[in-house]
């Protein structure tokens, strides 16, 4: 099946850096990727869709300047969250439908625990 | 806006017990509902998923959900857990083909042996 990779699966960086997250479909090809953040105990909230080749669209209260989102390729979009900050650590998921089979559901990524120093 | 309410936060049950998660949605127009399974320390994985036909879906590992229009309703059940079962589990609502899920704050299904 359909499946969704994300890197790094877990990264620890110091406050005011950068960190970029990859997220990667496999064998299928996605047009529209979904990023989402995961408190410890809470669900999973919607941060932007990506779309390939055109900007993000983010929900209300994300950060663009903060949460970058490229969609360079139709199997990549990366999250580079900027100048992290301790508040910014969180698990990020990201999700991916495969466009070409007609599936009808979203894939999910094992996430991405950023923690923040 | 649209949200998804999931009623049990925590729910600790022993093996073969019955299990019903309830799960309800604010959405008035056609939806696709889905529960998906978090097991410690692994990603989301779709447990099964409505889109339009029979209310009555059947997923993997023995879950079955109802979905019921009239109560904006899509609970999840199970009639006898295993230790195994023991996960978050959460309920995700989209409008439509294509668009993100929005999903319910989470159960922790706690089945002790």
């Given at each position: 099946g359909a499946v969704v990779s994300q890197h790094p699966s877990w990264v620890i960086c110091k406050s005011g850096t950068s960190v970029k997250i990859e997220c990667r479909s496999l064998d299928f090809q996605a047009t529209t990727m979904f990023w989402y953040r995961q408190f410890p105990k809470q669900s999973l909230m919607l941060m932007a869709t990506s779309?390939?080749?055109?900007?993000?669209?983010?929900?209300q209260g994300v950060e663009k300047d903060k949460f970058l989102i490229n969609h360079a390729s139709l199997t990549l979009s990366t999250l580079t969250v900027t100048s992290a900050h301790p508040e910014d650590s969180s698990f990020y998921i990201c999700s991916a439908r495969d466009t070409t089979s007609g599936a009808n559901v979203l894939t999910f990524g094992a996430g991405s625990r950023l923690t923040v120093l | 806006a649209?949200?998804?309410s999931q009623h049990?936060?925590?729910v600790i049950l022993s093996e073969a017990a019955s299990l019903e998660l309830?799960?309800?949605?604010?959405?008035?127009g056609t939806v696709n509902l889905f529960w998906y399974v978090q097991y410690p320390g692994q990603h989301l994985?779709?447990?099964?998923?409505?889109?339009s036909g029979d209310p009555l879906v059947k997923g993997i590992k023995?879950?079955?959900a109802e979905f019921i229009?009239?109560?904006f309703s899509f609970n999840l059940r199970k009639p006898s857990v295993q230790w195994s079962d023991t996960a978050e589990y959460f309920c995700a609502v989209r409008k439509q083909a294509g668009t993100a899920l929005i999903f319910g704050k989470g159960t922790t299904l706690s089945v002790s042996s």
């Open positions: 779309n390939e080749g055109s900007k993000a669209t983010y929900e | 649209q949200s998804v049990n936060h925590h309830g799960c309800n949605y604010s959405y008035g994985q779709l447990l099964l998923k409505y889109f023995g879950f079955e229009k009239s109560k």
